[in-house]
């Protein structure tokens, strides 16, 4: 079994690799195709625009295939939208490449979350579907940064083209090492569907949305908030993206390991610090080593969140849970999308690079008001039933009195 984790984290590395990397790479590749930094910043939107279309139409057009076979379609897909990013002759074929590589991403890390999730036992699965995820988090740590200095020494397309090798690498290792397991009897697309009825499924998503957008509104205008704000050389982008992966890396495993003890609380303690964070970023933007310790803190508070509010997602879904959490996987690309945009414009808009990590902070917050009401409405939900059975228990002893009386 592990060794079947240990697949699924390889392809999560290659897509990894592939989502973030752009982000030190936007200087070059906008004065490449000489276009702005913001309209550069388009490649992290249309690329999250794509998760978060192709995750429900990817899952829904392999409901009638095993597990594995649709995971290894996603890679070749994957394959063939990096490459094509790789040899791109203008700016709108790269954005193409960059959306088709994506529409892999959401139904990848659905499906596979489920299938980790299978693998071991129920008071386990936040701790496999974190598993999976370590291979999104070390890319941050070695496919990032070794990305972005391949692509500023030999060329961004150097980069994609090895991206695309990385896919390869993915599609061998799901081939041989995950299990072929059967879909569950019985479950059809109405049933997938009826999960979207759930207030908590919505509510989960939406904190995903929010929650990681947060993180994405800083770290997508990074490397030239560091070089134009806090004096970094272009080539200290790399070891910054380090440190933001090394707390990602943190930040999934102990998600993991808590979301299966104190999931809301977590989730609490995750959003609450990630939006006071992303506040103070504004100012610790303007000093070398706190821009640092900010960059490590945003990756670990960020993806501190990703195991529960997956974990969550699967647990409201019950039953029938793959669409809603590739679905899910694609909230959180919608998240990166918004707050790429809406960083472009506050930056677009004179207001500077620092100006996105407010966009971030109000995100946050907004997730943690999400996660306060979902608690208080799950515990509305289950009153009624303590009451339900206080009542119950006590009808017995109160029956005898009456008949006596009567």
């Not at 079947?4 to 590749?29: D, K, N, Y």
């Not at 692509?151 to 799901?174: D, E």
């Not at 509510?203 to 560091?226: E, K, R, S």
């Not at 004179?350 to 990590?357: D, F, K, R, V, W």
């Amino acid at each position: 079994m592990p060794l079947a984790l240990l697949a699924l984290a390889i392809g999560a590395f290659g897509i990894g690799t592939t989502e973030f990397v752009i982000m030190g790479l936007l200087p070059e590749v906008a004065s490449d195709f000489d276009v702005s930094i913001p309209t550069a910043g388009w490649l992290v939107t249309g690329y999250a625009l794509g998760v978060m279309a192709g995750a429900p139409i990817m899952t829904v057009l392999g409901t009638r295939m095993s597990r594995k076979r649709m995971l290894m379609l996603l890679m070749g897909l994957f394959i063939a939208g990096n490459l094509l990013s790789a040899v791109a002759p203008a700016f709108s074929v790269m954005l193409i490449g960059r959306v088709v590589s994506s529409l892999a991403h959401g139904a990848f890390f659905g499906i596979g979350s489920v299938v980790a999730a299978d693998l071991v036992a129920p008071h386990r699965k936040a701790g496999a579907i974190a598993m999976m995820f370590t291979g999104l988090t070390v890319a941050n740590v070695v496919g990032v940064p070794l990305g972005t200095f391949i692509g500023q020494t030999a060329g961004w397309r150097v980069t994609f083209a090895v991206v695309a090798a990385l896919g390869v690498l993915g599609l061998a290792g799901i081939a041989r090492l995950v299990p072929d397991l059967p879909r569950p009897e019985g479950v059809r697309l109405g049933h997938e569907l009826a999960a979207f009825k759930n207030v908590q499924v919505l509510l989960a998503m939406a904190m995903t949305v929010l929650g990681f957008g947060g993180v994405f509104a800083a770290i997508t205008y990074i490397a030239p908030m560091m070089t134009h704000v806090a004096g970094f050389s272009d080539s200290s982008v790399t070891w910054l993206l380090v440190l933001f992966g090394l707390g990602m890396v943190g930040g999934n495993l102990v998600g993991g390991k808590l979301a299966d003890r104190a999931l809301m609380p977590l989730l609490y303690s995750s959003l609450g610090g990630l939006a006071v964070v992303l506040a103070l970023f504004t100012l610790t933007a303007h000093n070398k080593l706190a821009a640092a310790a900010t960059v490590v803190l945003i990756g670990a508070l960020g993806f501190a969140t990703v195991p529960p509010l997956q974990k969550r997602v699967l647990d409201q879904a019950h039953g029938a849970p793959t669409l809603a959490s590739a679905v899910n996987i694609g909230a959180f690309n919608l998240g990166n999308a918004l707050s790429a945009w809406l960083g472009g414009l506050v930056i677009a808009a004179g207001l500077g690079y620092t100006a996105p990590n407010w966009v971030g902070a109000i995100l946050a917050a907004g997730a943690l008001v999400l996660a306060v009401v979902s608690a208080a409405l799950e515990r509305r939900e289950s009153a009624p039933s303590r009451v339900v059975a206080g009542h119950t228990a006590a009808a017995p002893r109160t029956e005898p009195h009456t008949t006596a009386h009567h």
